[in-house]
């Protein structure tokens, strides 16, 4: 696997692997490895508790594709959407601290923000924010990876309308999530990141996590991220988010999320100290919105439920009987995982240093059903074959689209898209150029007069994005397409 031996990688791999009672199958490794391979995963950081034992802390594979360095225990991945559930915890600290509620309206915390519908605006509540339920245009949350500036995207909000009623849909939002993370900062007087630090980070010995984008630039021990096309690996830049605060600005290694996993399973105590109220934990693991499974997961989809929801910063939905509390973290490059059970304090914690490789849910159920004692369950094989319906069957080839032969100049211009940030392109130095918030894409014409959109900072990865062109009836550029968003030519 990318250039090392499964045998050796077998032989090298570095772990922290406790032989408790709970101890995981002999086997365990080599199937792992195994899996790895077959779902093209590089590297993977994997972390086990149980009983508030810490059974597994591993690195498997290589951090780098160019480099072939081991993971390790603690080699530092993103975490993506894990994040979420320590903004949570951070509230829930402050509610015991008398200064919060979960109901508190984020308009008293924060009383200039504004929103277009005054309704929302006066009663969206951090618990509303942790359940993703607001209702507001995607667009909000797009805005915010167009600006890479969360308060950029919250003064845009005023011009978001709303695309559902108030609570009644869960639709999933960063940027009205972070804004609990704007509140800890209000109550405190601290940034979200230090009260992190201080309040989780250093009373659990989470020393190798991260929250900001200086100190993961300069971690010695990183894992890089990559992407798979075509059959292919590429590795790509790393995701600095700390842009996305209490959305996703984690970044942390195995060692230190078994501790974390620990800390949750003992409802909120940690070496004998309560540091939070059991309640909170158990109200953040709550269901507060109903979901349909098929609509989030395909791997959610692959069994049958008794219930599927959101918490507080958490999933929340039944298996085999039992009560899971789980979250998925995804950003360019990286996957993570986080599983509980809580009834049994079972704890699951999978990194992976490439982009959307559902291995993470296939490992995580594999780790369940061995504590569990369930037997016949192949995940991996099963979830496979839902990730890669191509493996099943020939493609049948797609409809050829015709482009308009549309002139560079043609192109170049402002088109506008209510609610967000004008697409501005361009002629830079004799390349064409798409420019939209602080992003930035260049634009390469083809033999078929498409215009194929390549990444500046990955310019060696393959790219099959076009960019939609729309002309009126006078062949004059009208309208352009981006991402599935319509900019419309300001005149």
Same mark, same amino acid.
Request: a negative charge; proline letters at 4%; hydrophobic letters at 40%.
């Given at each position: ?336 995982? @986080? =599983?509980? $059970? ?5 704890? +699951?914690?999978?990194?992976?240093? %490439?982009?959307?490789?559902?291995? /993470? ?105 076009? @960019? =939609?062109? $729309? ?5 004059? +550029?009208?309208?352009?397409?981006? %991402?599935?968003?319509?900019?419309? /030519?300001?005149?």
């Amino acid at each position: 696997m990318r250039n090392l031996s499964l045998t050796l990688l077998i032989a090298i791999v570095s772990t922290f692997y406790v032989n408790a009672d709970n101890a995981l199958p002999d086997d365990f490794d080599t199937t792992v490895l195994a899996e790895m391979e077959k779902w093209h995963a590089p590297g993977l950081g994997l972390a086990v508790v149980k009983d508030g034992k810490t059974l597994l802390a591993k690195g498997y594979g290589i951090k780098s594709i160019k480099t072939n360095e081991l993971v390790n225990a603690d080699t530092v991945f993103q975490a993506g959407s894990t994040t979420k559930a320590f903004a949570s915890m951070a509230v829930a600290m402050l509610i015991d601290d008398g200064v919060l509620s979960w109901d508190d309206p984020i308009i008293k915390h924060i009383p200039e923000f504004q929103m277009k519908d005054k309704y929302v605006q006066n009663n969206l509540t951090l618990r509303d924010a942790f359940s993703h339920n607001s209702g507001v245009s995607f667009l909000s949350n797009v805005n915010m990876f167009l600006s890479k500036n969360l308060d950029s995207a919250w003064g845009m909000m005023s011009a978001n309308n709303q695309q559902a009623s108030f609570r009644r849909v869960w639709d999933y939002n960063n940027t009205i999530f972070a804004l609990s993370g704007r509140v800890v900062e209000r109550v405190t007087g601290k940034p979200f990141h230090q009260f992190v630090r201080e309040r989780i980070f250093r009373p659990l010995g989470m020393n190798n996590s991260l929250l900001l984008d200086a100190e993961v630039a300069t971690a010695k021990n990183r894992a890089e991220a990559h992407q798979r096309i075509n059959g292919q690996d590429y590795q790509i830049i790393y995701p600095y988010i700390e842009y996305s605060q209490a959305a996703g600005m984690l970044n942390s290694t195995p060692n230190d999320m078994a501790k974390w996993m620990t800390f949750l399973t003992a409802g909120g105590v940690w070496e004998g100290e309560r540091l939070v109220s059991e309640a909170h934990v158990r109200e953040m693991m709550s269901p507060q919105m109903l979901l349909k499974p098929e609509s989030i997961y395909p791997a959610a989809a692959s069994y049958t439920h008794d219930y599927y929801a959101y918490g507080l910063a958490w999933f929340v939905h039944d298996y085999a009987g039992e009560k899971v509390a789980m979250h998925t973290g995804s950003i360019n490059g990286m996957s993570a995982i @986080l =599983g509980l $059970i809580p009834d049994h304090n079972i704890g +699951v914690y999978v990194f992976i240093n %490439s982009d959307h490789i559902e291995y /993470r849910h296939a490992l995580m159920y594999k780790v369940f059903d061995l504590f569990l004692g369930n037997e016949g369950n192949d995940w991996s094989s099963t979830l496979y074959d839902v990730y890669h319906p191509e493996a099943q069957s020939a493609p049948t080839g797609g409809k050829v689209t015709e482009h308009p032969d549309v002139s560079i100049d043609a192109l170049k211009g402002t088109y506008d898209l209510k609610g967000s940030y004008p697409l501005i392109i361009r002629d830079n130095g004799g390349k064409l150029v798409a420019h939209l918030g602080v992003t930035r894409t260049d634009l390469v014409r083809q033999a078929d007069n498409s215009y194929l959109l390549v990444d500046p900072e990955n310019p060696d990865l393959p790219s099959n994005n076009n @960019l =939609g062109i $729309i002309v009126n009836d006078e062949g004059r +550029v009208s309208a352009l397409t981006l %991402s599935g968003l319509t900019f419309t /030519r300001r005149n």
